[in-house]
């Protein structure tokens, strides 16, 4: 069974950080590219970060660059993204997705571009 199990997130005050991790099972995650997406109250997907499959390309949307780092851990299979300088526009359902063999391109996507997804976590940033 193919599982994308989020942690990590929770309320933190503006300028905090925190950390999400996305543990994969099911699936050979070495093969596959990992993004990040969120949905805000309200509002669509919004793709914020992908690592290709490897590990060797890493991209982040303009919303969250020099903020937010991804990074994975093959053989803990799990992907993670450190969020700092957290601002409350960053309040949202966060999602883990993977693709096979590919890196999420900035548009042209949507949820059914993803082989596999998570369940999300949520992160509320407010003081």
């Known amino acids: 069974e193919v599982q994308l199990v989020e942690s990590g997130g929770g309320l933190v005050q503006p300028g905090g950080s925190l950390r999400l991790s996305c543990a994969a099972s099911?699936?050979?995650?070495?093969?596959?590219?990992m993004s990040w997406v969120r949905q805000a109250p309200g509002k669509g997907l919004e793709w914020i970060s992908g690592?290709?499959?490897?590990?060797?390309?890493?991209d982040y949307a303009d919303s969250v660059k020099d903020r937010f780092t991804i990074s994975q851990d093959n053989a803990k299979n799990t992907v993670y993204l450190q969020m700092n300088s957290l601002k409350p526009e960053d309040t949202a359902m966060y999602y883990c997705?993977?693709?096979?063999?590919?890196?999420?391109?900035?548009?042209?996507?949507?949820?059914?571009?993803?082989?596999?997804w998570g369940q999300g976590a949520q992160v509320t940033v407010s003081s």
């Open positions: 690592i290709s499959n490897g590990g060797l390309n890493k």
């Open positions: 099911g699936f050979i995650f070495s093969n596959f590219g």
């Open positions: 997705a993977a693709k096979l063999s590919r890196l999420c391109p900035r548009s042209n996507w949507d949820h059914s571009w993803f082989d596999y």
